[in-house]
């Protein structure tokens, strides 16, 4: 039996769908051409010779850059088989004894991924020197997509299709200010005196994960309000005296010149999961950080209780 000879022209550039892929999780075509050493007028060429193969538009201009379409969740789908595929080859090629070797990508949100997410990916790494991470820092809902990352850490429900949600622990929303400002304008005696209060928390209309915010507290309406999208900018703004903010409680342990207000009265309990589709959890890679980020909750449970 002879070889049939296969039209190429019938599939789709491998190449032009992981750069799909890359765009997809930049979101910006010249972020895109820097992270693959190439020019801005390439990639839309690539986007646009890719959109002609398929019959269709894979991206949609959004506010914050480039968002796919369905035909474009479609295709990313089969660029990250592709990756995937490569990235078994290679590790096969590489793998050193017992040690992990790839690359991980992993979406987290910012306070929990900075305080636990990113020592357990160290101590990982350092376990593991041909681990390589990248790491998004995203305060939002669960993607129903999740298109462009292994793993997802989320906070609040997790309400998945086609996926697996983890979860990893519970942590406290409390109003903190600092010792000074309670000196300066005293510590309100209800939940009704916040009212007369400055207050520092999320910014509302950019807010996807509304449980984080002053706007489901049912709080009263503060006299002044800084909000910012960072939880770093907020909890700098308590300690320089801005009011009272909405902080977890695992960002505020070990910073003395913060105090607890009306703890008895006022706390908010939020979960914290990993989020990945079944083929992810078949990765080692994947396994390996999940399993790392659990440890470090375990070992420092005390930080989240407290």
Do not use: C
Not at 57 to 68: A, C, K
Not at 272 to 298: D, G, H, K, N, Y
Request: zero cysteines; charged letters at 20%.
């Amino acid at each position: 039996m002879g070889w049939r000879r296969v039209d190429s022209k019938r599939f789709p550039s491998p190449d032009d769908l992981l750069i799909l892929l890359t765009v997809a999780r930049l979101g910006r075509f010249n972020a895109v051409a820097e992270a693959l050493g190439t020019t801005h007028t390439t990639i839309s060429r690539r986007i646009l010779a890719l959109d002609k193969q398929l019959g269709g538009r894979t991206l949609e201009r959004s506010p914050h850059g480039w968002e796919l379409t369905e035909l474009g969740s479609q295709a990313v789908n089969a660029a990250e088989a592709i990756e995937s595929t490569l990235g078994s080859l290679t590790n096969s090629m590489t793998q050193d004894g017992d040690k992990l070797s790839g690359l991980v990508r992993i979406s987290t949100v910012d306070g929990f991924g900075a305080e636990f997410v990113t020592p357990a990916l160290v101590r990982l790494q350092q376990q593991n020197p041909k681990l390589h991470v990248e790491m998004f820092s995203a305060t939002r809902k669960v993607s129903q997509n999740r298109s462009g990352v292994d793993l997802e850490v989320v906070v609040g429900p997790a309400n998945v299709t086609n996926a697996q949600a983890i979860f990893l622990t519970n942590y406290f929303l409390r109003l903190y200010a600092s010792a000074e400002y309670i000196a300066a304008e005293g510590a309100p005696a209800t939940l009704d005196d916040v009212k007369h209060h400055g207050f520092v928390s999320y910014v509302e209309s950019a807010l996807q994960v509304n449980e984080l915010g002053h706007g489901s507290s049912q709080l009263p309406i503060p006299k002044v309000s800084l909000q910012a999208t960072s939880i770093f900018a907020q909890v700098e703004a308590v300690r320089a005296h801005a009011g009272i903010g909405l902080l977890p409680n695992f960002i505020v342990h070990g910073k003395p010149d913060l105090v607890p207000v009306l703890r008895d009265d006022f706390q908010r309990q939020l979960p914290i999961w990993a989020v990945a589709r079944p083929e992810s959890l078949r990765s080692v890679l994947v396994r390996a950080v999940i399993e790392a980020i659990q440890q470090e909750v375990a070992d420092r449970q005390a930080v989240l209780t407290a």
